[in-house]
């Protein structure tokens, strides 16, 4: 439950490193995957780093609904955008 000075924890930085494997382990461990910090999810961090890996099993694993809030047309991955417009 330690998190940064931005209020990021370590969900938050798995997903933004684009590090499933962590990811994975964290599910394991039961910390959450939707914990929302500085308005911002861990599926959220990784849409905005390009982090397709991550979005993608953090969309699959059902652990998070992609939100209307989700502004997809402006995304500056195709493969993102695509993927995301796919789950909505």
């Known amino acids: ?3 940064d000075s931005n209020g990021c924890g370590v969900a938050h930085w798995a997903a933004y490193k684009n590090n499933v494997f962590y990811l994975r382990l964290f599910k ?3 910390i959450s995957l939707n914990t929302k910090k500085k308005k911002l999810t861990p599926l ?5 780093n390009d982090s397709y890996d991550a979005v993608e099993y953090l969309c699959e694993d059902d652990v998070h609904v992609v939100k209307d809030t989700i502004k997809v047309d402006v995304l500056r991955s195709e493969s993102i955008r695509e993927y995301l417009t796919e789950k909505k």
Do not use: P, V
């Open 28 to 30: 394991k461990l039961k």
């Open 44 to 48: 959220e961090r990784a849409i905005f």
């Open 1 to 3: 439950n330690i998190k």
